[in-house]
């Protein structure tokens, strides 16, 4: 059965980092644009970040980054592995969330409602 499995959300302080895990089993994330999304308790889901579908083998895909996170998160890929990552450093309060993981076939723009996959979500929390 094909699907997105995240991990990695944990308890940090603030200013710590995690490093939030989107595995794929049963299809190739290298066709997918991957994307994080993330909603927090009583506020609307917001994308976080996007790596576009790779194009060949020499590129991972174009990476975006919404303003807030910009030189704070990191996407990657693992194509050997067939996941993304995301490395969040200097982490707030306010980057407590679910964080999900979406994919969508053949294109380099990352969705969540229009996703063709999408991961049950990992919890961060950021707090002393």
């Known amino acids: 059965q094909a699907q997105l499995v995240e991990s990695g959300g944990d308890l940090v302080q603030p200013g710590g980092s995690l490093r939030l895990s989107c595995a794929a089993s049963?299809?190739?994330?290298?066709?997918?644009?991957v994307g994080w999304f993330r909603q927090a308790p009583g506020k609307e889901r917001e994308g976080v970040s996007c790596?576009?579908?790779?194009?060949?083998?020499?590129?991972?895909?174009?990476?975006y980054y919404a303003d807030s996170m910009k030189g704070r998160f990191t996407i990657s890929r693992d194509n050997a592995k067939n996941m993304v990552y995301l490395q969040m450093n200097s982490l707030k309060p306010e980057d407590t969330a679910v964080y999900y993981c979406?994919?969508?076939?053949?294109?380099?723009?990352?969705?969540?409602?229009?996703?063709?996959?999408r991961g049950q979500g990992t919890q961060v929390t950021v707090s002393t």
């Open positions: 979406t994919a969508v076939r053949g294109t380099p723009i990352c969705d969540y409602v229009d996703a063709d996959y």
């Open positions: 790596v576009g579908a790779r194009t060949d083998s020499s590129s991972d895909g174009t990476t």
């Open positions: 049963g299809f190739n994330l290298d066709y997918y644009a």
